[in-house]
């Protein structure tokens, strides 16, 4: 497991978990154990986060962010709490590191003249194909 506090700041305290019954294979540890982990973390709310990281976070993760603001992770993948929790977690950090890196900026290329000059030449080998595949005028 990589260390999951790259982004250098500790947010276990703002963290709300929930346990549930998991699904899908697993037989009789399924339907007793509640194994599967909800992380439940409010961006709006974090005293952790700047104005700004909350925007970019908010924007970023939409697709993850319910109507009340929070940030929802599920696991149910390890057949223990403990180890969904802690996927949960590293799950969270990986999604903060990656929504507060900036994208860089594309720097436009010109094609360089070799690969024009293959482009034509494809080109025409293409159309002797194609002219090859016609009948020939008697």
Do not use: H, W
């Not at 409010?42 to 104005?51: E, I």
């Not at 976070?57 to 109507?67: G, V």
């Not at 090859?132 to 008697?138: E, T």
């Amino acid at each position: 497991m990589n260390n999951p506090n790259r982004c250098n700041k500790d947010f276990s305290t703002e963290f709300t978990f929930a346990a549930s019954r998991s699904g899908g294979a697993g037989g009789q540890n399924v339907n007793k154990v509640n194994t599967k982990v909800e992380l439940r973390f409010s961006v709006a709310n974090s005293q952790l986060l700047s104005d700004y990281e909350k925007e970019v976070i908010t924007e970023k993760l939409a697709n993850r962010i319910n109507s009340d603001g929070e940030l929802i992770i599920v696991s149910q993948v390890e057949r223990s709490q403990l180890g969904n929790k802690l996927r949960c977690i590293e799950k969270f950090y990986e999604l903060i590191n990656q929504a507060l890196t900036p994208r860089k900026k594309r720097k436009p290329t010109k094609p360089t003249k070799a690969s024009q000059v293959k482009r034509v030449d494809k080109k025409r080998q293409r159309s002797v194909k194609k002219e090859l595949r016609k009948k020939p005028n008697i």
